[in-house]
């Protein structure tokens, strides 16, 4: 039996990367899936590989900055299942911009997706916990850039530092309904948002000296420290960033 059999997740950002891999690990660890993600085709595969599995899933086309949306994923998934245990919050979007070269609508845009989209839904699937009486655990994909200032990335990091905050603020006020909320805080994972520069292999190279297990991390091993989080192994950590880089941060520190 899986770690998470008859548990319900929801997990956002479920077409690509980091997201895709958390949907696949809960749906072979016996969860049911409600895979939300603005991009159809994605949307597509990862059910389809989840059901091919022998999995549960439902796909949900969804832009996690429409409160609408959000609403409907929420309502979908409780209608499908009649329970919501688990949220992960994967959705994001990071553009490098130079500082003195950010424009209104990148800062926007990022706020509105990485921060916005992150209370929206974690807000609604919190009221339906608080209503069910369910001890669930609600997991945040941040970023390691939420608690350093990395070049060229401003809006980027302002939005995760944020998210970093809201977790903490969340895990204080929810701990009494027996909600527990944690945000994992990647370094560099390969996926698509990082393929340009794994691409160059001598750029690469020199990124990699930063990182003291000199390799880039994969999203799979971000899947397991979210499965750690959303199973009942971790039932007593809540409020928590934690910190998945190969060991970068504390490098730079
Ligand atoms: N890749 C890394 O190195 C890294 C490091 C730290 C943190 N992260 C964070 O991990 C999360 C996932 O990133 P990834 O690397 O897997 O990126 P990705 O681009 O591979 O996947 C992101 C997914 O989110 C979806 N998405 C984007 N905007 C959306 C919206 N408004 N509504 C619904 N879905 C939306 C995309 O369609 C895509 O499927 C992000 O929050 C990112 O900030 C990634």
């Known amino acids: 039996m899986g770690r998470l059999f008859s548990k319900v997740a929801i997990v956002t950002g479920a077409g690509m990367g980091i997201g895709r891999a958390i949907a696949l690990k809960f749906a072979s660890e016996g969860a049911c899936v409600a895979a939300a993600d603005l991009d159809t085709a994605a949307l597509e595969s990862v059910t389809s590989e989840i059901r091919a599995a022998g999995g549960t899933a ?14 409907r994923i929420v309502e979908r998934t409780f209608a499908e299942w009649g329970a919501i245990d688990v949220l992960v919050t994967s959705a994001g979007i990071c553009q490098e911009t130079e500082f003195l070269a950010i424009t209104e609508e990148e800062w926007d845009r990022h706020l509105a997706v990485n921060l916005k989209g992150t209370f929206l ?6 009221r339906t916990m608080v209503e069910c009486g369910t001890r669930g655990s609600i997991i945040h994909i941040s970023s390691v850039n939420g608690m350093q200032g990395e ?7 302002v939005s995760k530092a944020g998210v970093n905050l809201l977790t903490m603020s ?12 944690n945000a994992i805080c990647p370094g560099f994972i390969q996926t698509r948002l990082t393929q340009a520069l794994i691409d160059q292999p001598s750029l690469i190279r020199e990124y990699l000296k930063s990182v003291p297990l000199g390799r880039v991390g994969q999203p799979e091993e971000v899947a397991n420290m979210a499965l750690f989080l959303a199973s009942y192994e971790s039932n007593y950590v809540s409020g928590q960033t934690l910190v998945i880089d190969g060991g970068q941060l504390n490098k730079l520190a």
């Not at 839904?121 to 919190?126: E, H």
């Open 121 to 126: 839904i974690s807000q609604q699937t919190a």
């Open 170 to 181: 969340m895990a204080v006020e929810l701990g009494r309904a027996g909600i527990r909320v």
């Open 58 to 71: 439902l796909p949900l086309i969804a832009d996690v900055t429409v409160k609408a949306d959000v609403d």
């Open 151 to 157: 070049a060229n990335q401003a809006h980027y990091n």
